[in-house]
């Protein structure tokens, strides 16, 4: 067995394992840790696939961003040994039920159909690439998703800030600055 | 890297991920536990756009840069649903989707 299967079948057992316990875990903090280990195994997978730079932004942006904002929300919101209470059994099961047989069916369908790759040569990525292609607007061009997507994040930023701000002091700095 | 390993490997592994996110999504009561199982969700479509990307059309970036639009969208969600949440532990000191009722006051 070659040492990139080994690897494989670290990593898929890692995400497997750890993304079931995410979400079955009654600890909060804990759900967010495994949830860590999940995408810190995942930007493995995409070393493995030959994307450096998807991995990079993987590792920095999942792992080192949303996990941490996550974990900040959780110590604002809840106390760090508080367990939850499940909810009813009923409830669960046929949650289970529902996950279950949809997974089934997706991978009966995934084994019995044939894909089939082109005969083209792989192309090499490379930073140099990626930048051309996301700012050219030649055929292979993604400037128009690029800027939607920078138009996206800016209205984001600005929505996260204006809701999450407390109310109270926006007034007061008014008054203030007349009195300057 | 990726030689030996079939690409059904990397699609079954994503519908894993995929449905104990959807697990998750349907059991969790707390908020913040739900907007991670929604992580778990678009982390795994992101594996199987660059597997697809890899195997069958290697000559061709769509797949790749398809993910990076996808975890701007998933970074710039947790933000907001993240104040949001913030807010709304503030209104009602709880983020028990059972006891957040109501819509304002």
Redesign the interface.
């Known amino acids: 067995m ?1 040492s ?2 080994i690897m ?1 079948i670290l990593f ?1 057992l890692m ?2 394992v750890f ?2 316990l ?3 875990t009654r600890k ?1 903090l804990r ?2 840790v495994f ?1 860590l280990f ?2 810190v195994s ?1 930007s493995g ?7 450096q ?2 991995a990079a ?2 590792l920095t ?2 792992a080192g ?2 996990v941490v ?2 974990i900040f ?2 110590l ?3 106390h760090i040994s508080q367990k ?1 209470e499940t ?1 009813g059994w009923k ?2 099961i046929f ?2 039920l ?3 047989t ?2 089934i069916l ?2 009966v369908t ?2 019995d159909y044939s ?4 005969k ?4 090499e ?1 490379d930073m140099h ?2 930048g051309r ?2 700012l050219s607007v030649d055929k ?1 061009g ?1 400037v128009l ?1 690029f800027e939607v ?1 920078s138009i ?2 800016l ?3 600005i ?3 204006v ?2 701000k407390k109310a109270g002091p926006a007034k007061t700095i008014l008054p203030k600055l007349n009195q300057e | ?5 079939p ?7 994503a ?10 999504f ?5 908020l ?2 739900i ?3 929604v ?2 969700i678009l ?1 795994s479509v ?2 199987n756009f ?2 697809f990307n ?8 769509e797949g ?2 398809f ?3 996808v ?10 649903a ?6 709304i ?1 503030r209104r009602f000191t709880t ?1 028990n989707v059972e006891d957040v009722n109501e819509m304002k006051f």
């Not at chain 2, 519908?15 to 998750?24: D, E």
Request: without cysteine; neutral net charge.
């Open positions: 070659a990139n299967q494989f898929a995400i497997s993304s079931v995410t979400v079955t909060i759900a967010a949830l999940v995408l995942t997978l995409y070393f493995m696939l030959n994307y730079f998807m932004i993987q942006l999942y961003g949303i904002l996550i929300s959780i604002l919101t809840s939850f909810s409830k669960n949650s289970a529902a996950a279950i949809g997974a997706s991978i995934i084994l894909f089939s790759a082109t083209e040569a792989a192309q990525v690439l990626i292609s996301l292979d993604y998703p997507i996206l994040l209205a984001a930023m929505a996260a800030i809701i999450a | 890297m990726s030689s030996g390993i690409l059904q490997y990397f699609l079954i592994l519908t894993i991920m995929f449905f104990a996110g959807v697990y998750g349907l059991t969790r009561r707390n913040i536990t907007l991670m199982s992580e778990l982390n992101n594996i660059l597997a890899r195997y069958l059309f290697p000559h061709k970036l790749m840069f993910s990076i639009f975890i701007a969208v998933a970074a710039s969600e947790a933000a907001v993240i104040a949001i949440i913030i807010n532990y983020i």
